[in-house]
């Protein structure tokens, strides 16, 4: 009887252990372009998945494959945040010269 009970456990538990598995998925964010990986498939209409559309099965394998995505070629990141935007030029402070209202 034990025996039986053990076989359905293993059994049980080999049909649980893949969906515990993490999954990576490269996608591209629609307003800032930039590439990223996550952990969950994206659900929101503003993440687009790129590249072939399949999930992979350790960061590292995602990362390789999001080098070789063209539309993450040109500014993508390897997880983390987005770059922040870039500032407006630097503007010089006046020369001196009298002070106002002489």
């Known amino acids: 009887m034990r025996i039986k009970l053990l076989v359905a456990a293993a059994g049980l538990a080999a049909f649980a ?7 990576y998925w490269i996608v591209q964010d629609t307003t800032t372009h930039r590439c990223t990986i996550v952990e969950q498939r994206p659900t929101t209409q503003t993440m ?3 590249g072939p559309g399949t999930a992979y099965t350790t960061r590292s394998e995602a990362e390789g494959a999001m080098k070789t995505v063209k539309v993450c070629e040109s500014g ?10 870039p ?16």
Do not use: Y
């Not at 993508?76 to 935007?85: D, K, S």
């Not at 500032?87 to 002489?102: I, L, N, S, Y």
């Open 17 to 23: 252990t893949p969906s515990l598995a993490a999954e």
């Open 76 to 85: 993508g990141t390897v997880g983390g945040p987005a770059a922040p935007a």
């Open 48 to 50: 687009t998945i790129v």
């Open 87 to 102: 500032r407006g030029p630097a503007v010089a402070p006046p020369p001196p010269g009298p002070p106002p209202g002489r």
